[in-house]
């Protein structure tokens, strides 16, 4: 069996690589599996390195309902690029969606959003997308993808009143997701956590005014420490009243820098 064996014969791969072709002289005969190369060629140009990206998202539960804000800046790497990319987006009078992370990923969530709310209006049975409901959705849709080995690099803040109550909940690009009454992303997840959580235990329910205060400050925060922050943003405050946007523009105050030192 071991008869036509040459050890110091050369053997190469049958796979259709770029290097497979750089052998002078070469007389061999390329076998390619075309199954085979068209799932190495689908696995190959996944996006794995988002392009342009969308930073922090701060969400957290208050008295009367739910209160978001994120700025309204695309990041092309380093380069802020496009200035006016709003990342909060209305879902119906009860329902919001808030993403971070790789733009062009969001700009599909959202369509693949409007067009199961397209779907529920031609049903014309009365349901509507309720923001447990769009919660569940979403977690499906991001496992999919990410089962597929095809991942959408953003994550996904739901808020909204379902029954009349608060709720907020994260969905990160493996489909895993959780509730909570606090809940921020990108790099406000460890800048601005901690002091906020603090706030939030040991007061009681914030009303709606406190809360917009408390979200400006944030929001401040982030413009500061974060080098993809931007000063303008919007905040979006879901109330049972209904949903309201308000634009608003960071004022910063750079009087203490002349004052600091060592900070490189």
Not at 26 to 53: D, F, G, Q
Not at 55 to 70: E, N
Not at 213 to 229: E, P
Request: hydrophobic share 35%; glycine share 6%; aromatic share 8%.
């Amino acid at each position: 069996m071991l008869g036509g064996f040459n050890p110091y014969q050369p053997c190469w791969d049958t796979i259709n690589d770029k290097d497979d072709f750089n052998i002078n002289s070469s007389a061999k005969t390329h076998i390619i599996n075309p199954l085979a190369t068209e799932a190495e060629r689908s696995i190959r140009t996944r996006t794995v390195t988002p392009v342009v990206t969308g930073s922090s998202v701060a969400a957290f539960t208050f008295k009367d309902g739910v209160i978001l804000a994120a700025d309204i800046l695309g990041s092309y790497g380093s380069l802020a690029k496009y200035r006016n990319h709003p990342r909060i987006h209305q879902v119906n009078d009860k329902t919001v969606l808030a993403v971070s992370g790789d733009l062009s990923d969001a700009d599909y969530i959202k369509e693949a959003i409007d067009t199961k709310v397209d779907e529920d209006l031609v049903q014309e049975d009365g349901g509507e997308m309720t923001p447990l409901a769009l919660y569940s959705w979403c977690t499906r849709l991001m496992y999919h993808r990410r089962t597929k080995f095809n991942p959408l690099l953003t994550s996904i803040i739901v808020a909204g009143m379902e029954n009349k109550e608060p709720f907020l909940g994260r969905i990160n690009d493996k489909g895993s997701a959780y509730k909570e009454f606090l809940i921020m992303t990108g790099i406000g997840n460890h800048l601005a956590q901690g002091w906020i959580r603090t706030i939030l235990e040991n007061s009681n329910k914030l009303n709606k005014d406190q809360a917009e205060q408390l979200m400006d400050r944030i929001i401040k925060q982030l413009f500061y420490r974060d080098c993809r922050a931007f000063a303008r943003y919007r905040v979006c405050i879901v109330t049972n009243d209904g949903v309201e946007f308000k634009a608003k523009e960071v004022q910063p105050d750079w009087s203490l820098a002349p004052l600091l030192r060592n900070t490189e």
